[in-house]
C-alpha cells in the first residue's frame, strides 16, 4: 500500500502510468508484467496505464495487443504515432492525455525496461502526499550502484559531469538530470509551456528548468540501474550541446538579456523587483535625494520601490496607473493615472517639489517628447530636478545578439514587450536637450546581475562590479541602463516675465510696458 495521508471525504486519486515505446517489441511485454499488482487493487487511487509507441518498425504494437488480451484486467490504453516525434515529442502527447483526462499523477517509464516499474509505489508517494511537484528516481544517488547495474564509464562520468555542470548553471542541486524515470503532478505540469520543449532527449532537462523556474518541489529517490540490450539513440555530442544550450539560455534569460517562451513561468503583471541593496538605478536615484526633500514619483510600481525614500525621510507624491493601499499609506499625496495621459493640472494639489523620480518609465510611453514637454510646463516643477532612468539598447551584449540576427521582445529587460520607445546615450541626451531640460549629469548602470545569481552569491557581485568599471570605461557598450538628472529650462514665457520685471525694476517708467 502507498499509505496516503487524506481527509475524510477526499475522492481518489488517478494515476497514469505513462510508457513511452519505439522499437520495443522484446520488452514491452515484460516491462508491463513488472507493474506493482498493488497499485491496481489499491482502493485510494485509480491507476490507469498508457503506452504511445513512436512509430516503431518492429511487432511493438503486435506485443501490445497480446499483453492487453492476456491480461483484460489491466486498463491499458494504446496509441500510435503515424510517423516517429522523437522521444519530446512523445512526452508531451503523454502529459496532454493526463491533463485532458483528469489524472492526478502522471508516471514515466520507458518501454526499453531500463527503469524499474517495480520502484512505482515508493516512487508515488511523495507525490500523492503533496510533498513535491515531481519525483525523478535516480541512479546517481547511492554511490557505486550505476556502475554495478550495467551504466557503461563513459556514460556514468559524463552524466555526473554534465549534471555538475547543469546545476551550476541553473542553480538547482540534483544528483541526476538525466534519469528517464519521472512522475510529475498534473497539476504542475497545467503550469508550464511543455508544448514548446525539444522534440528530443533534451526535452527532460527543459522540463526541469521550467520546475526549477516555476518553484515547484523536485523530490529525487534512488533508483537501480539496469543496462540490458537496448538500443541507445542518443547521439552523446549534440545532446551535450543541447541541454548545456538551454541551460545557458534560460540562466541568461533571467539577465533579460535573451527571451524565449518555453522558459517564461513569470505571470505578467509581476511588478519589478527592488534593487536598493547593490549598485543600480535604485541605489544611484536613493543616494542622489537629501533626506528633507519632497518627491514626485511617477510610475512607481509597488510599495517596495518607494519605502526606502520614505525611511530616508523624504516626502511623497505619487501618480501611477494603480495605486496600492500599501503605496497610499506611505505618501503624502496620491493621484491614479495612465502617464500615457499624463496631464500636469491632474498633479496632486502640493507645494514645489525638490525632485521628480521617473524610474524606468520613459521607454513605456507612446510619446516621451509629449510627456517631457507637459511636465516641464508644470508650475510645481519649476526649479525640480528630475531623475530618469531607462535601459540602453547599445549594451553590448544587445549588439552581438543583433549582429547575429536575435532580436526577440521578452517579460523583462532591454526588450521588454510593453517597451514602445528604446534610447542611447545620445538619443536621451536629444530628447532631454528638445524637450527643454538643461542635462545636470548622465552615467551608465551596469546590468543586475545580483538578481539573476541571487543577491548574496559572489559571483553576481564579482560580476556587477566587473560591469561597473567597463560602463565607466565605455559607458554606450557597457552599460545596462542610462541614468540622467536635469533641471527643467525656463520655458520663453518665463523668460519674458523675467524680463519683464527686471524691466521694470530697473526703468520705472516703462511700466505700462507690461501690456
Given at each position: 500500500m502507498i499509505f496516503l495521508r487524506r481527509g475524510i471525504g477526499e475522492v481518489q486519486q488517478k494515476i497514469l502510468i505513462f510508457i513511452?515505446?519505439?522499437?520495443?517489441?522484446?520488452?514491452?511485454?515484460?516491462?508491463?508484467?513488472?507493474?506493482?499488482?498493488?497499485?491496481?487493487?489499491?482502493?485510494?487511487?485509480?491507476?490507469?496505464?498508457?503506452?504511445?509507441?513512436?512509430?516503431?518498425?518492429?511487432?511493438?504494437?503486435?506485443?501490445?495487443?497480446?499483453?492487453?488480451?492476456?491480461?483484460?484486467?489491466?486498463?491499458?490504453?494504446?496509441?500510435?504515432?503515424?510517423?516517429?516525434?522523437?522521444?519530446?515529442?512523445?512526452?508531451?502527447?503523454?502529459?496532454?492525455?493526463?491533463?485532458?483526462?483528469?489524472?492526478?499523477?502522471?508516471?514515466?517509464?520507458?518501454?526499453?525496461?531500463?527503469?524499474?516499474?517495480?520502484?512505482?509505489?515508493?516512487?508515488?508517494?511523495?507525490?500523492?502526499?503533496?510533498?513535491?511537484?515531481?519525483?525523478f528516481g535516480s541512479r546517481m544517488m547511492e554511490s557505486g550502484t550505476a556502475i554495478?547495474?550495467?551504466?557503461?564509464?563513459?556514460?556514468?562520468?559524463?552524466?555526473?559531469?554534465?549534471?555538475w555542470l547543469q546545476n551550476k548553471i541553473v542553480g538547482t542541486v540534483l544528483s541526476e538530470y538525466h534519469s528517464g524515470y519521472r512522475l510529475y503532478s498534473v497539476s504542475a505540469l497545467k503550469r508550464l509551456p511543455f508544448e514548446y520543449n525539444s522534440n528530443v532527449f533534451d526535452f527532460d532537462t527543459d522540463i526541469i528548468i521550467q520546475l526549477h523556474n516555476a518553484g515547484c518541489r523536485i523530490r529525487e529517490i534512488p533508483i537501480p540501474t539496469?543496462?540490458?540490450?537496448?538500443?541507445?539513440?542518443?547521439?552523446?555530442?549534440?545532446?551535450?550541446?543541447?541541454?548545456?544550450?538551454?541551460?545557458?539560455?534560460?540562466?541568461?534569460?533571467?539577465?533579460?538579456?535573451?527571451?524565449?517562451?518555453?522558459?517564461?513561468?513569470?505571470?505578467?503583471n509581476e511588478q519589478y523587483q527592488s534593487k536598493f541593496d547593490f549598485y543600480s538605478s535604485h541605489s544611484v536615484a536613493l543616494n542622489a535625494v537629501k533626506a528633507d526633500e519632497r518627491l514626485l514619483v511617477l510610475g512607481c510600481g509597488s510599495a517596495a520601490l518607494v519605502a526606502p525614500f520614505v525611511k530616508k525621510g523624504c516626502r511623497l507624491s505619487v501618480i501611477d496607473q494603480y495605486i496600492s493601499l500599501e503605496l497610499e499609506a506611505l505618501s503624502e499625496h496620491c493621484a491614479e493615472m495612465n502617464l500615457n495621459e499624463f496631464n500636469s493640472r491632474n498633479l496632486p494639489d502640493a507645494p514645489p517639489y525638490d525632485t521628480v523620480l521617473a524610474l524606468d518609465i520613459i521607454e513605456h510611453l507612446a510619446s516621451p517628447e509629449s510627456f517631457l514637454e507637459d511636465l516641464r510646463q508644470t508650475l510645481c516643477l519649476r526649479g525640480s530636478r528630475l531623475i530618469i532612468t531607462t535601459p540602453n539598447v547599445t549594451y553590448l551584449p544587445l549588439r552581438i545578439m543583433f549582429l547575429f540576427g536575435f532580436f526577440n521582445y521578452g517579460k523583462r529587460g532591454i526588450l521588454d514587450r510593453t517597451h514602445t520607445r528604446l534610447f542611447t546615450f545620445g538619443s536621451m541626451r536629444r530628447l532631454l536637450q528638445q524637450a527643454g531640460f538643461d542635462l545636470i549629469s548622465m552615467q551608465g548602470i551596469p546590468a543586475p546581475f545580483p538578481l539573476a545569481f541571487g543577491r548574496t552569491s559572489w559571483i553576481g557581485k564579482a560580476l556587477l562590479n566587473i560591469n561597473k568599471i567597463m560602463a565607466l570605461i565605455w559607458p554606450g557598450a557597457f552599460s545596462y541602463q542610462i541614468y540622467c538628472e536635469a533641471t527643467p529650462s525656463p520655458t520663453v514665457e518665463e523668460l519674458l516675465e523675467r524680463t519683464i520685471k527686471h524691466s521694470l525694476e530697473t526703468v520705472p517708467s516703462q511700466e505700462n510696458a507690461r501690456c
Open positions: 513511452v515505446s519505439y522499437n520495443a517489441e522484446t520488452t514491452i511485454s515484460h516491462v508491463l508484467s513488472r507493474i506493482p499488482t498493488e497499485l491496481f487493487d489499491d482502493q485510494d487511487i485509480q491507476v490507469d496505464v498508457l503506452i504511445i509507441d513512436d512509430g516503431s518498425t518492429d511487432n511493438t504494437i503486435t506485443e501490445c495487443h497480446f499483453y492487453s488480451q492476456d491480461h483484460p484486467d489491466v486498463p491499458l490504453t494504446i496509441l500510435v504515432n503515424p510517423q516517429n516525434l522523437g522521444y519530446g515529442a512523445n512526452q508531451k502527447l503523454g502529459y496532454q492525455y493526463a491533463i485532458s483526462r483528469d489524472f492526478d499523477v502522471v508516471c514515466l517509464i520507458h518501454g526499453d525496461g531500463q527503469y524499474a516499474p517495480e520502484e512505482l509505489p515508493q516512487l508515488l508517494r511523495p507525490l500523492l502526499n503533496e510533498e513535491c511537484e515531481a519525483v554495478k547495474g550495467g551504466m557503461p564509464l563513459y556514460k556514468y562520468y559524463g552524466n555526473k559531469t554534465l549534471t539496469f543496462y540490458g540490450d537496448e538500443v541507445c539513440n542518443v547521439n552523446g555530442i549534440p545532446y551535450a550541446f543541447n541541454i548545456l544550450s538551454a541551460c545557458i539560455a534560460s540562466r541568461i534569460q533571467s539577465l533579460s538579456l535573451f527571451y524565449n517562451r518555453k522558459f517564461d513561468l513569470q505571470v505578467d
